[in-house]
């Protein structure tokens, strides 16, 4: 007596992959983004991005459904580097406070005080990768912040929403000043907020530290 054969399931088929060349596309448009965003703001138009970028008009708008979701794009991007630089510094530098100053001066080359506002202003913030992006980067400026801490070196009325709005604000362009010029200023100005945060304390800091919760309660 003979046994039906097992039915076959055909394998789901899988999405193809991507291009070389259309992700080096995307890639570039991102990087150039990023640089017309900090040197002219959110609404620079399109065509001007595609130009620096080296591609055609429509190149973007196959990437890019539109300008949110380009913003988008370049504030997750900037928000994974940002996050890599400090998980290189708290595996770099054996002194924690090192380790802390080191990821500062890194994040404002980043020119995150430029981006912040496109956080909270031009995209939807419950999207799930944006959500765990700023998960993330919360989780290593946190650990780099309580190492010091714990080492002795930081003093204890700061919390990392103290650190992120310096940050922020030290490293935001001045209204018509080109950001080339500032960074001179930028990295100095760094350092003097960083030698404020040192222990022991110099001084009492009036109300209390500022928390990642308090900055998106308000």
Same mark, same amino acid.
């Given at each position: 007596?003979?046994?039906?054969?097992?039915?076959?399931?055909?394998?789901?088929?899988?999405?193809?992959?991507?291009?070389?060349?259309?992700?080096?596309?995307?890639? @570039?448009?991102?990087?150039?983004?990023? %640089?017309?965003?900090? %040197?002219?703001?959110?609404? $620079?138009?399109?065509?001007?991005? !595609?130009?620096?970028?080296?591609?055609?008009? &429509?190149?973007?708008? @196959?990437?890019?459904?539109?300008?949110?979701?380009?913003?988008?794009? $370049? $504030? *997750?991007?900037?928000?994974?580097?940002?996050? &890599?630089?400090?998980?290189?510094? !708290?595996?770099?530098?054996?002194?924690?406070?090192?380790? *802390?100053?080191?990821? $500062?001066?890194?994040?404002?080359?980043? @020119?995150? #005080?430029?981006?912040?506002?496109?956080?909270?202003?031009?995209?939807?913030?419950?999207?799930?990768?944006?959500? %765990?992006?700023?998960?993330?980067?919360?989780?290593? =400026?946190?650990?780099?912040?309580?190492?010091?801490? !714990?080492? #002795?070196?930081?003093?204890? +009325?700061?919390?990392?929403? +103290?650190?992120?709005?310096? *940050?922020?604000?030290?490293?935001?362009?001045?209204?018509?000043?080109?950001?080339?010029?500032?960074?001179?200023? =930028?990295?100095?100005?760094?350092?003097?907020?960083?030698?404020?945060?040192?222990?022991?304390? @110099?001084?009492?800091?009036?109300?209390?530290?500022?928390? *990642? &919760?308090?900055?998106?309660? #308000?």
């Amino acid at each position: 007596m003979q046994t039906a054969a097992a039915p076959v399931t055909a394998e789901p088929r899988r999405a193809p992959r991507p291009r070389a060349d259309a992700l080096r596309n995307r890639e @570039r448009i991102i990087a150039a983004a990023r %640089e017309m965003f900090v %040197e002219f703001g959110a609404e $620079v138009p399109l065509d001007e991005i !595609a130009r620096r970028a080296g591609v055609g008009n &429509a190149t973007i708008y @196959r990437h890019f459904a539109d300008r949110t979701e380009l913003i988008t794009s $370049v $504030v *997750l991007s900037v928000m994974d580097r940002v996050s &890599a630089r400090a998980e290189a510094a !708290a595996a770099e530098e054996a002194d924690p406070f090192d380790a *802390l100053r080191c990821f $500062v001066h890194a994040a404002a080359d980043e @020119r995150i #005080g430029a981006l912040c506002p496109m956080l909270s202003d031009t995209f939807d913030q419950d999207r799930a990768e944006l959500n %765990e992006a700023r998960a993330r980067l919360e989780r290593d =400026v946190e650990g780099l912040m309580r190492r010091a801490r !714990a080492a #002795g070196r930081l003093r204890t +009325d700061v919390a990392v929403g +103290d650190l992120m709005v310096a *940050l922020s604000q030290l490293t935001r362009p001045l209204p018509g000043t080109p950001c080339p010029n500032i960074d001179q200023f =930028v990295h100095r100005h760094l350092q003097l907020f960083l030698d404020g945060l040192q222990a022991p304390a @110099r001084s009492e800091l009036p109300g209390s530290a500022a928390t *990642l &919760a308090d900055l998106r309660r #308000g």
